[in-house]
């Protein structure tokens, strides 16, 4: 495995159950028992009610392009070689909105509305970082 220069993850109690999903190559989200609501990212008390009462289920990884930024500038040397790329927020279909990475498709070409997947990319032995790609 080539050296990961990018910056890595620093789970905290809250986000580990994600990380943990991820290096499982499952994307979990936190669902509130109260009001069936989901959200990311992780937090202790539910966005729509404030419940603290909530199960980590498995998202599908499906989703589509809410919105979206086409980078052009280097803002950390890890990306060298990579621009442009793109960051989006991605509605899944659960309803939890999530910031990923878009892959597998010219920058030039991302939309909105754009129905795309999750991927699983193992950067390190410790981290696995979830991407999106159209579906
Ligand atoms: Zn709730």
Known sequence: MAEYLKPLPIPSPESEP???GAR????????C????????PPATICAHCGSRDHDWIEATGEGKIHSFVTYHRIYH????G????VIAIIELAEGARMLGNIVGIEAEEVVCD???????DDVTPEFTIPKFQPA
């Open 77 to 80: 040397k890890g990306w060298e």
């Open 82 to 85: 990579e621009l442009p790329y």
């Open 24 to 31: 499982d190559h499952k994307l979990k989200i936190q669902k």
């Open 33 to 40: 028992r109260a009001c069936a609501g989901t959200w990311f």
């Open 18 to 20: 994600f990380w943990a």
């Open 114 to 120: 754009m129905p795309v997947a999750v991927l699983f």
